[in-house]
């Protein structure tokens, strides 16, 4: 176990040879514990998918959810079926994503039912990408009860955006504004900040006609941005945008808002 573990971290950090190494040579010794049989297939599928092999590692992802599923595993079944969506065409996705959250809403283990916000997000995305954005706010709006009952801030926060942003996609400007702003001073009194509500919080205002208060939304959201510490490499283009939206050169000094 502690050896797939290691696995996990090693492809996490991008060091995808050294943690098929270790899964290589974990194998070689022919373990026949389930639980480590169902890891071995699980993280195997990952490196693989890391690795640009998404179709190599989906019938590994099987393997691992056939193994779970018999073993009674029922987080690492969810897991294998979360990471099979992943890689699956496109037309697949959602019936493996809806499996998936029927195992975690009827699962007994904790661990697993905790799977259901993940889910949700993830359909959310693939309604809200087919165009069904009705569907997509309450597969949202699910997401944030879930993610309330865990009582994670980023991930409630994750899940209240993506609720807002659908809200202006089905042209409820006015309602996404409120939701947004909401959000931003919920983050700040748990002394947080976040480019992305910035961001949205001006594109509603610019929808809305109020193009000068949505300046400064779009200049707070370049600064965060900018801001953002090691290993969260901004998008330069996002940055450019930010930027040019909110009035600001690219040689202007950044604001240092965080």
């Not at 943690?19 to 373990?31: G, M, Y």
């Not at 090691?230 to 009035?247: C, H, K, Y």
């Amino acid at each position: 176990m502690l050896a797939t573990q290691i696995a996990r971290a090693l492809g996490l950090r991008g060091q995808l040879g050294e943690a098929s190494a270790v899964l290589d040579e974990l194998t070689a010794r022919a373990p026949t514990d389930p639980e480590i049989l169902v890891r071995i297939s699980l993280e195997g599928g990952r490196v693989l998918t890391s690795s640009g092999s998404p179709e190599n590692a989906r019938p590994l992802f099987e393997t691992a959810f056939e193994r779970a599923s018999a073993a009674g595993f029922e987080q690492l079944a969810i897991d294998a079926l979360h990471m099979a969506a992943i890689v699956a065409a496109p037309d697949e996705q959602v019936a493996l994503n809806e499996h998936a959250l029927d195992l975690a809403r009827a699962a007994s283990d904790p661990r697993a039912r905790d799977w259901r916000a993940s889910l949700l997000n993830n359909l959310g995305w693939t309604r809200f990408e087919a165009g069904e954005l009705d569907a997509a706010l309450s597969l949202f709006t699910e997401a944030v009860e879930e993610r309330e009952r865990q009582g994670k801030t980023r991930e409630i926060g994750v899940a209240r955006w993506s609720a807002g942003r659908t809200l202006r996609a089905l042209n409820r400007t006015e309602e996404a504004l409120a939701a947004q702003s909401d959000l931003a001073a919920w983050f700040s009194a748990s002394g947080l900040t976040d480019s992305y509500i910035e961001e949205e919080i001006a594109e509603c205002l610019a929808e809305l006609g109020r193009p000068d208060e949505a300046v400064s939304h779009f200049a707070a959201a370049a600064g965060l941005l900018a801001a953002a510490g090691p290993g969260e490499d901004p998008d330069p283009e996002r940055l450019a945008r930010l930027r040019g939206l909110g009035g600001q050169s690219m040689m202007t000094p950044d604001p240092g808002i965080g």
